[in-house]
């Protein structure tokens, strides 16, 4: 079993078994309009040895491609057009201007100014890691509370925070809130590759990724097909090959990772979602 299975499955079962249902206030609805209860738990910790072992579900397969299309849509396009990304999984919070409003790669790409110039958030962030890697403020954030009412949806992964120890990045994802069916596997991969493409473009090795999730939680109409699917067969991990000619942050395309022995689960199709 990899690793990145075997946290889903005791995270899914913590939630089955002992999390609280959301039955009063519920803000997200079905399509039909009918109110997405969820059953939760607070403050989920996972920790991932990147250097062990790629952590991407074997119970399901995960588009690796389209998640690395949208990571790269938000920490290297820094967009915020929805034309721009090449899946529809943003589609249904397209704004009337085709964007989500002031969010995610929106906030990567507002510059600041400091005592040496302008940067964005990312420019920044490899900007420090580079030349000062002991630092313990290599932070990026995209909660910006004064941007949250031009929001389409408040930003549910939304900060990340690296440490440089013994050659080594390492990287902490902080999440507010996770449907644990449709964006846990799919999460864990984008910010894992993040995480690579960052330390090839500073020299460094892959050290852990931690996911912290505030609210862990898996919606009413999801509960069935999550308790089928942690009862699936799994596999070992896959191995991560990256294209050793792209060097550069911002010169990756979703072509240059491939996954050499993915054996997974068949997919589950027309998963209802939550909006």
């Keep these: 079993m990899s690793y990145a299975d075997q946290l889903f499955i005791e995270t899914c079962q913590k939630i089955l078994n002992q999390g609280v249902w959301q039955k009063d206030k519920v803000r997200a609805v079905w399509e039909d309009g009918k109110p997405a209860l969820c059953k939760k738990t607070f403050a989920v910790v996972n920790r991932y040895d990147l250097e062990a072992e ?3 579900l074997t119970l399901r397969k ?3 491609k389209n998640c690395i299309d949208e990571l790269l849509w938000i920490w290297q396009k820094k967009s915020n057009k929805v034309s721009e990304l090449a899946s529809g999984i943003w589609d249904a919070w397209e704004m009337a201007d085709g964007t989500i409003g002031k969010a995610y790669g929106y906030q990567l790409g507002k510059k600041t100014r400091y005592s040496d110039g302008e940067y964005d958030q990312v420019d920044r962030l490899i900007k420090d890691i580079k030349e000062n890697p002991e630092s313990r403020r290599l932070i990026c954030h995209m909660y910006a509370i004064e941007d949250l009412p031009e929001m389409a949806l408040y930003p549910c992964a939304y900060s990340m925070t690296f440490q440089v120890a013994d050659g080594k990045l390492n ?3 902080n999440q507010r809130s996770q449907d644990m069916l449709v964006a846990n596997g799919w999460n864990v991969t984008q910010y894992s590759i993040l995480v690579h493409m960052l330390a090839i473009e ?3 090795q892959v050290g852990e990724l931690v996911h912290v999730i505030a609210d862990a939680h898996i919606y009413d109409r999801h509960i069935d ?3 089928d699917l942690i009862k699936r067969e799994t ?3 896959p191995k991560l090959r990256i294209n050793p000619e792209v060097t550069s942050f911002y010169d990756f395309k979703p072509e240059d990772f491939t996954l050499e ?3 997974h689960g ?4 027309n998963i209802p979602v939550a909006i």
Excluded: N, R, W
């Design 54 to 56: 790629f952590p991407i």
């Design 62 to 64: 995960v588009p690796l």
């Design 171 to 173: 990287a902490l994802l």
């Design 261 to 263: 022995d993915y054996v």
């Design 235 to 237: 596999y070992p991990a």
């Design 225 to 227: 097909i999550v308790e």
């Design 266 to 269: 068949p997919q589950i199709k």
């Design 202 to 204: 500073c020299g460094l």
